[in-house]
């Protein structure tokens, strides 16, 4: 079992930076592929970030590429996400996800790839 807890939402303008941050606890948390989805209202959870236990293998979705970074301090149990130049559409419920894996460099952007789920934080963007 792994417990993930988010922090870092809020309230921002467009243009403004937040990072996130994702809290494990638990069995051998670095152990895990992490990732970043996101819900917006009245849509699916769809993927932003994943990084691979190692921290070495990172894909993001197009929409993100090159605004936002993940990160992950294994010695922390902590994973980051830095967002950038944030836009209106980047408003929703940030959840960050842990999915088992055997192999260091493996990244999943499948949400049903992924075991355990935060409680999740929001952002909203908005002038």
Known sequence: QVQLIESGGGLVQPGVS???????SGRTPNAYTMGWFRQ??????????TISRNG???RY???VEGRFTIS???????MYLQ??????????????????VLYDIIT???RSRYDYWGQGTQV????
């Open 83 to 100: 967002m950038n130049s944030l836009k209106p559409e980047g408003t929703g419920v940030y959840y960050c996800a842990a999915a088992a």
């Open 108 to 110: 999943f952007r499948e």
């Open 40 to 49: 917006a209202p009245g849509k699916e959870r769809e993927f932003v970030a």
């Open 18 to 24: 937040l990072r996130l941050s994702c809290a494990a």
């Open 56 to 58: 070495r293998s990172i």
């Open 61 to 63: 979705t197009d929409s």
């Open 124 to 127: 909203t963007v908005s002038s």
């Open 72 to 78: 992950r301090d294994n010695a922390k149990n902590t």
